[in-house]
Each structure stands twice: as C-alpha cells, then as structure tokens.
C-alpha cells in the first residue's frame, strides 16, 4: 500500500515538473512576440511610462499613422509592402522553377562527382550576406542594379536556389522511377512525364520549399539594407530602420510595421506547416 | 557526324550554375581581386593598384579584428550547443504531451516567421534599460534596479545570445520532434523489458537515431549562421565600445563607413572561410550519421 503510494506521488511530482517546464518554454517563445503586438496598439505616452502602466489602454494611432501616409513623420509602409511582396514572389518563382530541375538532376540521374557538385552548390548559400554584399554593392553600382527591383530579386533567386535543390531532390527521390517510365511507355515524352505524374506527387514538398524560398527573401536584411536606397526598391525589414532616428525610437510605430510584416508569413506557414515538417526531414535524412 | 550534346543532368543543373555564378561567383572572385589592393570606394583609382598579401597581413595582425573572430566562434559554438540542448528538451516535453501535441508543434514554429533583424529589434525593445519589459517586470517586483542590458558588455553578449537562441531553437526542436515521431517502438519496448533504466535507452537507443535529424537541423542552420548579424547589428552595432563586435559587424563597419573596401573584403573571405568550415563540418556528420544507422545512399 505504502509502496503503492509514494509512487503514485512520484508520479504526480514528475507530471507536474513536466507541466511547469512546458508552460514556462510555451510562455518564452511567445511573450516577446505578443508584447510587440500589445505595443503596437499602445499610445506612446504609456510605453514610455515611468513607473510602467501595467494595464494597457488602447488605440489605433500607430497604425493610423503608419498608414496614413508619409506626412506626419509616417512611413511610406504600401510601398514597402508593395516591394516585399513583388522581390518575394517573383523571386521565389524563378528559384522554384530553377532549383526544381536542379533537385530532379540530382534525383534521377547519376552522374559524375554528384555529391561534389552538391555540397559545392550548398556552400554557396553558406556565404554570409554581409561578405557578399560587399563586391555586390560595387558591382551592381557599375551594372546600375542597385536600388532596383531586379537586382534584389536577383540575389534572392541565387541565395534561395541550392536550399530548393536539396528540399526537392529529397522529394523527387521518394518517387519510385517506375512511375515515370510506365507514363513514358504510354506515350508520354520526358516533359510530360515529369508534369503529369511527378510533379503532382512532389507537389508538397515543392510548396514547404516555396514556403522557405519566400521567407527568405521576405525576412532578408543584410543584403537589402545595402543594395536599396529609395522608397522604388526598400523592402520592409529594412524599413523598420525608418523608425530609429539618432537617439530615439519610435517603439509603437515600429510594432505596428512588425506586425504587418509578420501577418503574412505566419498565414503562409500556417496554412502549409504540415507540409513544412515532411520537406525538411525527407530532404535530409534520406538523402 | 553528329554533334556532341550536353547531358541532360547538366542542362537540367545549368539554370541554377548560371545564376549562380552570374551573383554569387563572379561578385566573390572580384571580392577575391580587391582584397589584394587597397581600394577604398572614395578613391576609384586604388582599384587598380596591386599591394599582395597585405590586407591580410593586417587583419592577421590586428588585436582588435582576433578579438572579434574568437568572439565570434565562440558565439556560435555557445548558441549553436545551447540551441542544440534546448531544442532536444523541448521537443522530449512535447512528444510527451498526450493531448494537444499539434497546437504546441504550431506554437514551436512561430520564431521561425520571424525575420532576423525583427528579433533584434524585438529583443532590443524588451531589454531596454529604460523602458523594457526585463526591467519593467524586475522593478515591479520590488527589485530597485535598472539593469543595462544592452550598455554593459557582459549583459549585452548575454542578450544577444538570448535572441540568437529564441530564434533559432524551435528548428533543432521540430526536426527533432519528427524524429521521435518517425521512432519505431519496438526496440524502447524491448530494452524495457530487459530491464534498461530509461537513461539507458535514452542514450542508446533514442539519441543514435535522433542524431541524424539533430544534424539536419545543425547543418541548415549552419548554412545561415551569419544572420546573427542582423540581430547585432540592431540590437548593439557592435558597441558598447566593441564589446560585442562580431567578425560580421567589424566588416560591414570597415567596408561602409570606412569605405575601406579591399580590407573589408579580406575579412569577408575570411568570414565565408569559416561559415564553409562550418557547413562542410556539419555534412559530414551527417553523412556519417546517415551511414549509422544504415540510411545512407
């Protein structure tokens, strides 16, 4: 009975130490980021409050200002929308279509120094942004690229191809071979083969790799911070650097721009996360 | 005689080879080029003059540019291991839970939406000394104090780390978690019943088939270590008085507002130099991680 007890009790002290240690990682991961959306609807006098106000009021200011145009010391935030969304979209197409036939080549056919010409492709998404905006800048001043659309866009395709090549290579490779070579002994040519048959098998993965590619390009700084100047070409999380200025910083309007830039990426991954999950591990694991 | 065609695999391969080397390579041999002259953007001219190894000999040379490359190192060794530990406890908690197990899987991947220079900003704004949450929180326990998160070089390398490490963990835990998922029961079982401890068969038969998914998580993150750039930059630019300077905000520094382009450039390569020892390191651990447990291929 006595034995029966502690043990019981045992197990009820373990289950609540797992309780507290998961409420207290849930509580970490997603205070900061709901603090910066409870600030965003906060007027500036009570962020700066000293002693803090803990019961937050509420006002649409921010938001009213961010929006309301580049007068009252607002931020041009459609533009930036606007140029996020064409650099994100335009270049995660360009670098599915590219990187898909590159991650097929390395599924279906063998070659050789394949695993050479991987890790080397890999290697050159390793090169810190930084670094590479360094000669870039030089080079796209010469070839007048910078501050435009293009460029950006450019950059984006080359930095996102080599992770699209290994999420789908590890995709294509879970599609038995059998497949396309029945629909090619029916009649269907190469090209035919891979739209009708393979590519709707791969489809998912193709999209967590999108997901990716998008957010990458959507989240860069580094490279964008330098290779923009002008309202035509900033995209969004360079203009949250709008909102500093030499001393200060205009904290509600800032939160306001970040929760604008994040409601788009978490509808996307949202509504793909299942998918999300399955490209990373099969790209990797069975590679 | 008919005309020699390329293979297929390398037309398919060719448009991601062009554009690559179209922004990549040939931006990095001209970096490669002007790190062996003293080009300075305000002088055009300097491009052309030849001067050797010396960059390089300076860097080399230079207390200030050692202090930030071990700084360096040592910061993604810490955050990469940290984020490593967390990330398997974390997903340990969650494969525990019975009930809601999809709800906390989205949760785990909201930092990853975030765009690094959001974090830092974020974290920038929490650990304000004046009006940041940390000492909002600190002073309406009692505690009189107003602690300079972000203005003392101890604190602020611990800040910083602290954002590196909220951004990057969920990665290393979600992957980290299909593996437990993807876990076959049948050896656990059998352990228990031969009376292992549940350490046991944690070291010996969960972590060998964990540790593929912890280097997939290792190496994608390593192709991306230098987007903690974003979050210095934001967070402390390298300040207070170079306390926090990585190799990264040293170079941006030097090449920017110094103007000093062929230094720069110097730095640059070797900052890839250590970003490629990384990845390469890491892809090899995973390939041997692969061949261990008989997936390779």
Known sequence: MDRNRTHRNRKRILAALHFTALFLTMAIICIPGLWIVLNSFRPTVEIMAKPPVWNPSFTLDHYRAMFGGAGEGGVPVFSYFRNSLIISVVSTAIAILIGMSGGYAFARYKFKGKSGYFVGLMLFRAVPGVALSLPLFIVFAKVGLIDTHLGLILVYVAMNVPFTIWLTDGFFRQIPKELHEAAEIDGCTRWQAFWKVEFPVAKSGVASAAIFAFLTSWNEFALASQLTRSVGSKTMPVGLLDFTAEFTINWGGMCALAVLMIIPALILTFLVQKHLIAGLTFGGVKG | ?297
Request: net charge positive; proline share 5%.
């Open chain 2, 1 to 297: 005689m008919p005309r020699r065609r390329l293979p297929e695999w390398f037309l398919l391969l060719l448009p991601a080879i062009i554009v690559i080397a179209a922004v990549v390579l040939i931006p990095l041999i001209f970096s490669l080029y002007s790190s062996f002259t003293p080009y300075k953007l305000t002088r055009p001219s300097t491009l052309w003059k030849w001067i050797g190894t010396y960059n390089y000999e300076k860097i080399l040379t230079d207390a200030k540019f050692w202090a930030a490359f071990g700084r360096t190192v040592l910061f993604l060794t810490i955050a990469l291991n940290v984020e490593m530990l967390l990330g398997l406890g974390i997903a340990l908690l969650v494969n525990k839970v019975t009930w809601g197990q999809r709800t906390l899987r989205t949760v785990l991947m909201f930092p990853m939406m975030f765009s690094p220079i959001l974090v830092g900003f974020q974290f920038k704004f929490i650990f304000n000394d004046n009006i940041g949450l940390v000492n909002n929180v600190l002073q309406s326990m009692g505690f009189n104090v107003a602690l300079p998160w972000l203005v003392d070089g101890k604190l602020a390398m611990f800040s910083i780390a602290f954002a590196e490490i909220w951004m990057s963990t969920s990665v290393f835990a979600i992957l980290i978690l299909a593996g437990l998922f993807a876990m076959p029961r049948d050896p656990l079982e059998a352990a228990k019943v031969d009376g292992c401890t549940p350490w046991q068969s944690f070291r010996h038969i969960s972590l060998p088939f964990l540790m593929p998914f912890i280097y997939i998580a290792m190496t994608i993150r390593s192709l991306d270590v230098a987007r903690a750039y974003d979050i210095v930059q934001i967070m402390t630019g390298g300040g207070p008085a170079r306390r926090t300077e990585l190799l990264w905000t040293l170079m941006s520094r030097t090449g920017y507002v110094d103007a000093r382009m062929g230094l720069a450039n110097a730095m640059g390569y070797v900052s890839i130099l250590l970003s490629i020892f990384f990845t390469v390191y890491f892809f090899r651990k995973l390939s041997a991680a692969r061949a261990e447990i008989g997936m390779g291929g």
